[in-house]
């Protein structure tokens, strides 16, 4: 049984509400379908027209004849495949690093109390008042000439993969979480002589797997839906991942074709989605909850 | 806009508010000094590859852009001292204006156009007892989509040819419009893209928050012969303020930051009505060649949007300590 919201449920018992609230119901579901659900079909089955019916007038809903040409010739002319696996390559070593990283440096900054620890932490906690987006030119710089080592970040995954870990909310996350498991289990994990890696390895990664699993998401995502940084990094159109390739390649290809790039790069987010759907959905509702 | 965009720039604002738990006094005592250095070396071994990421990607680069913004700077033979020439330069150039009355308008827009609706949309959803999960998914699926993806396809429904947009207009009888290419529509037309690509997670994050408002006080406001507006104004919007101001600032932050869809669907025309400042500062980098003046309106950014996040956060924290 729900709680009760504005509408009181005694009103919607009676005939004029009931009526009401199917009349809202079905436009709600009639204007969700629209918004959201017809660009996605418009987009999948706009791949399947030939390239005259896709710019005919009017438009026609449903495609004459089906064409999966669409979709193959996108895959060979726009060497789908390679950027496609320059994404899952940058996708999963970013993840990877912030998992390892981001963990280490949590758990120390949380259980083993180093000197500078809390400026340390007030240093991470200060780059998110900093908008990303404003300092990209200056982190180009930086990627292009590392200093100490004069070594260019440019055209590798290293680029995508190292400032990936400078992710001070997933840090955040992982500290805060780290913080609410107890000392006592720690330490009677260290008097049965588990080494600090031991202990995080089997003892607080364990229980940490809720918290890990919205850090993934959040990681993954991230760098899947991120242009301008891979867009600046990835000169190089063999290295790029497939937003920057889609707008790169965008302007001198059969529209029918673009479309097709167009699903196929959004296949994999969207079944992730679906698959993680609850866990993705609860995360951001619950962080919205206060206290 | 990154607005409470993807989920990464949707901060759960609560996260970073609660204070933190007491430390358990003291270090552990007695063990002798070797002890402790061994401890510090081992802490520091463990914070080392991420430390080493934020000092090279986030700390380094925020006191470059400062130091860059007066310097001339080439890439590979370093920087010149030039004094506040950039700034000059930068200020000059008539797209600096525009740029900035872009982005202004287009935060505005993203606040009128972007903030109803989402907030409509959770309040009608809140009503509705059936198909939940069908709306939250349904609403949180264009998030899902690379945004580049959103703006090549809601660059295809503008086509002022064969564009879904117009052919609507012209099923229903409309004055059609020349959206993302019209002088007057442009902005318009890239606030509407952002809006439908990134709504989602903001109509989820108020749905939580509607659902914590306690039902008695409905209850209560109806007794008091409060009708449904006057419940709206007197109950819902108060109970959800603190979320509003929120979302509101994270949106103003997010949408000043701007560059994915007038790069991809205006390439900042026509003329400059929509150059943004991120796009003049990529402008400047990549085909002027000119660091300095990057650095120099980077710099500005930077000030303006530091001023949000620290209200931001100063709320989240003080919103921490009353609950």
């Known amino acids: 049984m729900s709680t009760r919201t504005l509408i009181s449920p005694l009103v919607l018992a009676r005939p004029r509400g009931r009526a009401v609230y199917w009349t809202v119901f079905g436009g709600v579901v009639l204007l969700f379908a629209l918004a959201f659900l017809f660009p996605v079909y418009w987009m999948v089955t706009g791949a399947m027209k030939s390239p005259d019916e896709v710019t005919r007038t009017p438009p026609t809903l449903v495609?004459?004849?089906?064409?999966?040409?669409?979709?193959?010739?996108?895959?060979?002319?726009?060497?789908?495949?390679?950027?496609?696996?320059?994404?899952?390559?940058?996708?999963?070593?970013?993840?990877?690093?912030?998992?390892?990283?981001?963990?280490?440096?949590?758990?120390?900054?949380?259980?083993?109390?180093?000197?500078?620890?809390?400026?340390?932490?007030?240093?991470?906690?200060?780059?998110?008042?900093?908008?990303?987006?404003?300092?990209?030119?200056?982190?180009?710089?930086?990627?292009?000439?590392?200093?100490?080592?004069?070594?260019?970040?440019?055209?590798?995954?290293?680029?995508?993969?190292?400032p990936a870990v400078a992710n001070a909310f997933n840090l955040y996350l992982l500290k805060r979480f780290f913080d609410q498991i107890p000392r006592d289990v720690l330490e009677a994990a260290e008097i049965d002589g588990a080494g600090r890696l031991r202990t995080l390895w089997s003892i607080v990664l364990p229980m940490s797997r809720p918290v890990l699993g919205v850090v993934s998401i959040f990681a993954l995502v991230a760098v899947w839906q991120d242009f301008l940084w891979p867009l600046m990094v990835f000169s190089d159109t063999d290295k790029q991942p497939i937003s920057v390739a889609l707008v790169q390649l965008s302007q001198n290809i059969q529209l029918t074709v673009l479309i097709a790039a167009m699903v196929i790069a959004s296949i994999p987010m969207v079944v992730m989605f679906l698959v993680f759907q609850r866990h993705i959905i609860a995360g951001i509702s619950a962080g919205s909850t206060k206290g | 806009?990154?607005?409470?965009?993807?989920?990464?720039?949707?901060?759960?604002?609560?996260?970073?508010?609660?204070?933190?738990?007491?430390?358990?006094?003291?270090?552990?005592?007695?063990?002798?000094?070797?002890?402790?250095?061994?401890?510090?070396?081992?802490?520091?071994?463990?914070?080392?590859?991420?430390?080493?990421?934020?000092?090279?990607?986030?700390?380094?680069?925020?006191?470059?852009?400062?130091?860059?913004?007066?310097?001339?700077?080439?890439?590979?033979?370093?920087?010149?001292?030039?004094?506040?020439?950039?700034?000059?330069?930068?200020?000059?150039?008539?797209?600096?204006?525009?740029?900035?009355?872009?982005?202004?308008?287009?935060?505005?827009?993203?606040?009128?156009?972007?903030?109803?609706?989402?907030?409509?949309?959770?309040?009608?959803?809140?009503?509705?007892?059936?198909?939940?999960?069908?709306?939250?998914?349904?609403?949180y699926l264009p998030v899902m989509i690379p945004p580049v993806v959103s703006a090549l396809l809601w660059k295809w429904f503008y086509d002022p040819g064969a564009g879904l947009a117009n052919e609507t207009l012209r099923a229903l009888h409309l004055p059609t419009s020349n959206w993302s290419n019209g002088a007057d529509t442009a902005l318009v037309s890239l606030v509407i893209v952002a809006t439908w690509a990134n709504l989602g997670g903001t109509v989820l994050i108020y749905l939580a928050a509607l659902q914590s408002i306690p039902g008695e006080l409905y209850e209560a406001a109806e007794l008091d012969g409060a009708n449904l507006l006057q419940r709206i104004r007197h109950v819902t919007i108060p109970q959800t303020r603190f979320i509003i101001l929120m979302?509101?600032?994270?949106?103003?932050?997010?949408?000043?930051?701007?560059?994915?869809?007038?790069?991809?669907?205006?390439?900042?025309?026509?003329?400059?009505?929509?150059?943004?400042?991120?796009?003049?500062?990529?402008?400047?980098?990549?085909?002027?060649?000119?660091?300095?003046?990057?650095?120099?309106?980077?710099?500005?950014?930077?000030?303006?949007?530091?001023?949000?996040?620290?209200?931001?956060?100063?709320?989240t924290r003080s919103e921490g300590e009353d609950a």
């Not at chain 1, 004459?64 to 495949?81: E, F, I, K, Q």
Request: charged share 15%; hydrophobic share 50%.
């Open chain 1, 63 to 162: 495609p004459d004849r089906w064409h999966l040409s669409g979709y193959t010739d996108a895959w060979d002319l726009m060497d789908l495949p390679t950027h496609l696996w320059n994404t899952v390559v940058q996708a999963t070593g970013a993840w990877l690093l912030q998992l390892v990283f981001c963990t280490a440096a949590a758990y120390a900054l949380s259980k083993l109390k180093p000197a500078f620890g809390k400026v340390i932490l007030g240093g991470i906690l200060a780059t998110l008042m900093v908008p990303a987006q404003a300092l990209v030119v200056p982190k180009y710089l930086t990627a292009a000439d590392l200093p100490v080592l004069h070594t260019s970040l440019l055209n590798s995954p290293l680029g995508i993969w190292l």
């Open chain 2, 1 to 139: 806009m990154k607005t409470a965009s993807k989920p990464p720039a949707a901060l759960p604002p609560a996260a970073l508010g609660v204070p933190e738990a007491p430390r358990s006094a003291g270090r552990r005592t007695g063990g002798p000094s070797r002890r402790r250095l061994a401890d510090q070396f081992r802490a520091y071994a463990f914070l080392a590859g991420g430390l080493l990421c934020f000092a090279l990607f986030s700390w380094y680069p925020a006191i470059r852009a400062v130091v860059i913004a007066f310097q001339k700077y080439t890439p590979g033979s370093g920087g010149e001292w030039v004094g506040t020439a950039n700034f000059t330069r930068v200020f000059h150039d008539p797209e600096f204006t525009a740029a900035w009355r872009n982005t202004l308008t287009f935060t505005v827009l993203a606040l009128l156009i972007g903030f109803a609706v989402p907030f409509v949309m959770a309040l009608v959803l809140n009503e509705l007892r059936h198909a939940k999960a069908f709306f939250r998914v349904v609403v």
């Open chain 2, 247 to 315: 979302l509101m600032l994270l949106q103003i932050i997010a949408t000043m930051q701007v560059f994915t869809e007038p790069f991809v669907i205006t390439g900042g025309g026509p003329e400059d009505k929509t150059v943004t400042v991120l796009y003049l500062i990529y402008k400047y980098a990549f085909l002027y060649n000119d660091f300095g003046g990057a650095c120099a309106l980077s710099v500005m950014l930077l000030v303006l949007l530091s001023t949000f996040s620290a209200l931001y956060l100063r709320l």
